[in-house]
């Protein structure tokens, strides 16, 4: 190697030890050599600063293989056109991350931080109504896309239900009946088909500028399909419909039935998710105002990524008037969310190839 290009993959390496998790080679082999992601192009092998990594042709495919010592630098991971290792590439832009709990003493999910900032939007008048994911009267569980105008309607609809949600249909029927400034909420890909109607110049939200929506995500690993997931509930002898609450905190799918907690891993639940789950790689909605979970928090305290200057404007507002505690979090903290986006971002690496 020329002296020049020694001295930019010294450089290179530098960058990577400061502001990327360094992978070694067995990790790329294991997501995406084997799995069938590789795409033969071969900056693996071209940039291992080291020569480890050759790549021979196996029944005339390209393979790349280590045949040498890893010094787990990160290089080929990161290089990788099939791995996410930048931290906009896994959760998004960001301005702040918070940890929010909610001062009220009501029903909520985690600490609370979407009641508090959605109640405080329409207090002050700065949405007419917000959609978020009720549950239906006559389904116990089954979700229904539901509009509340009043903070005394948001403290109904608290808890999380793990099923799709139709909240962009109800949300359209608010703009239908004349209404501007609506609130919604949910998971990435409800918080996508928004930005895509935003952004689309066919679409009605981008041609009529009175319409306008705050978009709250929330941390999504992935949902369930309704049906399986009341077998699953059967086969484990409980009745969903005397469930009191569901939740997903530190791998563990979580029930509440009787005031006890019954769990299990989230992955013995795989066969039940929703199939178009297969293809979200996104955890927190990077395309929100604000993006909501626990993950990175403590029981009972909502991780807040805050993504623009009005989602800034709001959580600052509920701070202010005293309606939450909050506190920003730290790189470690920050580090939870991270890992589990990247795991989210690799599941489609378990896509069975087509051959």
């Known amino acids: 190697m020329t ?25 790329l082999e294991r997501e995406v050599v084997i799995t069938g992601a590789c795409v033969e192009c071969g900056s693996c092998v071209a940039g291992c600063p080291v020569e480890a990594i050759t790549g021979e042709r196996i029944e005339n495919k390209y393979v790349p293989v280590l045949t040498g010592k890893c010094i787990a630098c990160g290089t080929c991971y990161a290089m990788c056109p099939r791995t996410s290792v930048l931290q906009d590439d896994i959760i998004g832009e960001f301005s702040s991350v918070w940890r929010v709990k909610t001062l009220g003493d009501h029903n909520h999910q985690d600490g609370g931080a979407v009641t508090s900032v959605l109640g405080y939007l329409l207090d002050k008048k700065e949405i007419e109504a917000a959609v978020v994911a009720g549950k239906s009267k006559e389904l116990p569980w089954m979700p229904v896309a ?23 249909e109800e949300m359209h029927n608010c703009f239908k009946e004349n209404l501007s400034s609506i609130g919604v ?90 199939s178009s789950c297969s293809y979200c790689t996104d955890l927190t909605g990077m395309n929100s105002d604000l ?65």
């Open 3 to 27: 002296r020049d290009h020694i001295t930019a993959v010294e450089k290179s390496q530098a960058w990577l030890k400061e502001n990327t998790k360094r992978y070694a080679f067995k990790k």
């Open 146 to 168: 539901k509009r509340v105008t009043t903070k005394e309607d948001i403290l109904d609809s608290g808890g999380t239900i793990y099923t799709h949600s139709q909240v962009i």
């Open 185 to 274: 909420v949910g998971t990435a890909c409800n918080i996508d088909a928004i930005q895509r109607m935003q952004e689309h110049q066919g679409s009605y939200l981008n041609i009529d500028s009175k319409t306008d929506v705050f978009k709250i995500s929330l941390f999504c690993m992935e949902s369930f399909d309704y049906d399986g997931l009341v077998g699953f509930l059967k086969g484990e002898g409980l009745d969903i419909g005397e469930v009191e609450r569901f939740a997903i905190t530190k791998g563990n799918f979580i029930v509440t039935v009787g005031g006890e907690d019954k769990s299990w891993p989230v992955k013995d639940l795989d066969a039940i998710a929703a």
């Open 291 to 355: 993006s909501c979970g626990n993950i990175g928090s403590d029981d009972g305290w909502t991780t807040v990524l805050v993504r623009s200057k009005r989602g800034d404007k709001a959580l600052k507002a509920v701070i202010k008037e005293g309606l939450v505690e909050a506190e920003e979090i730290d790189e470690k903290d920050l580090q939870a969310v991270i890992n589990t986006a990247r795991l989210k971002k690799n599941k489609r690496f378990k896509l069975k190839p087509p051959h």
